[in-house]
Structures are given as structure tokens and as C-alpha cells.
């Protein structure tokens, strides 16, 4: 791999763009962020994996609610047309 690769942020799509490599997968959401690539689309479902993220709230935080309000948001569907457009699925 040539030093442009370490050196790239979406180091992934770069190869891609920069033609040392004709495909590459990455996450939908990183794909989409990066202007130097194009998506094809998404892996068939028997192939695809998802990413689950999980939130929690440290024992001694003093934002306990704040925390609690923040994972609400981000579970409700109020935020869900914008996840989705920033690539991802929300359950």
C-alpha cells in the first residue's frame, strides 16, 4: 500500500478513487461522506452485516439526565429520517 493510504481519512475509498483497487467494501455511512466515490449499493442480505451501537450512561456521570435524553433522541423516530440519511438503518 502506497503512504496515501495511512494517510487518508476515508483510506478505503481512496484506493478506490486513486484506482489501485477496482472495489472496496466499507460502511454505507462512510462511503456516502466521501465526495471521491460513488456507492454501488449495498451488499445482498445474506451477505450483509450490520454494526449495532449501544449507548450507556457512566456510574459516576453528572449528565445522567442529559445522557437519558440524548439516547431518547437517538432511538426515537424523530431522528431516524436523519440517520438514514447519513447511511444508516435504524432498528
Same mark, same amino acid.
Given at each position: 500500500?502506497?503512504?496515501?493510504?495511512? %494517510?487518508?481519512?476515508?483510506?478505503? /475509498?481512496?484506493?478506490?478513487?486513486?484506482? !489501485? &483497487? !477496482?472495489?472496496?467494501?466499507?460502511?454505507?455511512?462512510?462511503?456516502?461522506? #466521501?465526495?471521491?466515490? !460513488?456507492?454501488?449499493?449495498?451488499?445482498?442480505?445474506? &451477505?450483509?452485516?450490520? /454494526?449495532?451501537?449501544?449507548?450507556? &450512561?457512566? /456510574? /459516576?456521570?453528572?449528565?445522567?439526565?442529559? %445522557?437519558?435524553?440524548?439516547?431518547?433522541?437517538?432511538?426515537?423516530? #424523530?431522528?431516524?429520517? %436523519?440517520?438514514?440519511?447519513? %447511511?444508516? !438503518?435504524?432498528?
Amino acid at each position: 500500500m502506497s503512504a496515501d493510504y495511512y %494517510g487518508c481519512r476515508q483510506h478505503r /475509498t481512496c484506493v478506490v478513487a486513486n484506482g !489501485e &483497487i !477496482e472495489l472496496g467494501l466499507q460502511q454505507i455511512s462512510e462511503i456516502i461522506e #466521501a465526495s471521491n466515490v !460513488e456507492l454501488a449499493g449495498p451488499l445482498p442480505a445474506a &451477505i450483509q452485516n450490520y /454494526t449495532l451501537f449501544a449507548a450507556g &450512561i457512566g /456510574t /459516576t456521570s453528572i449528565y445522567v439526565d442529559a %445522557g437519558k435524553a440524548l439516547i431518547g433522541f437517538l432511538s426515537s423516530p #424523530a431522528a431516524a429520517a %436523519g440517520l438514514r440519511s447519513k %447511511g444508516f !438503518e435504524p432498528l
